[in-house]
């Protein structure tokens, strides 16, 4: 069934493929042509899905879905073959698509190309309590997740939320498991971290600069550094 509105691309249709990496090449080369000694251009560009679900249900895109047991694994697929194409021609860039939603799921077998960045999304966890520890069934799940993609992506980055996306009127998560996800996220591998907060709530002044410096140094005490 084709769906006009809210749909994901098919991730293994090669025009789709070649489509995405024209646009994406015609995209660098013209932020190489306008770039200056004081804006140069971005090292990282983004490939991700859409920010809804209808993934591809096509015969190519569900057969690798079944043998890799992951609804990521077309689109690690499409981002492959984009970026293994581009990094001929642009060898210093880097590309960036996220485990998120549906996608959550690393593949079994397949590897994401070592130019790409994959960036987990863990937006169904509980935040007030440290992924390492906490007992929540989508904690135990990321946990789980984390180390498939390990062994998928050779670059991990992190999106993680200060806030509870399902109700934006619950106090945001406590100081102390923020810097043990920190800490839990540099044993893992991470080398690069997004935090995202909504509005202007509780002491968002405060816990801006305690992540900025956190970020710095992992090991310090939010407490001491609070006081």
Not at 173 to 195: C, I, K, Q
């Amino acid at each position: 069934q084709r769906i006009l509105e809210e749909t994901q691309l098919c991730c293994t249709h090669p025009e789709v493929i070649q489509l995405l990496t024209d646009r994406l090449r015609r995209q660098i080369e013209s932020d190489l042509a306008a770039e200056t000694q004081d804006s140069p251009s971005p090292d990282v560009y983004y490939l991700a899905q859409n920010d809804w679900g209808n993934c591809c249900e096509c015969p190519s895109c569900r057969a690798l879905t079944e043998r890799e047991e992951s609804d990521a694994a077309p689109v690690i697929h499409l981002c492959n073959k984009v970026v293994e194409k581009l990094d001929l021609e642009f060898p210093d860039k880097s590309f960036m698509t996220i485990s998120y939603r549906f996608t959550a799921k690393p593949p079994k077998q397949l590897r994401a190309h070592p130019k790409l960045i994959v960036q987990v999304c863990p937006i169904e966890c509980c935040f007030a309590h440290p992924f390492s520890t906490c007992d929540f069934s989508e904690n135990v799940r990321f946990r789980h997740y984390m180390e498939g993609w390990q062994r998928t992506a050779s670059r991990l980055w992190v999106w993680d939320y200060a806030t509870h996306l399902r109700n934006p009127l619950v106090p945001p998560p406590g100081l102390p498991p923020l810097s043990e996800n920190l800490r839990w996220f540099l044993r893992h591998g991470v080398t690069g971290y997004f935090y995202q907060d909504v509005g202007k709530r509780q002491f968002n002044e405060l816990r801006g600069w305690l992540i900025s410096r956190l970020l710095w140094r992992p090991d310090d005490d939010p407490e001491r550094l609070s006081n």
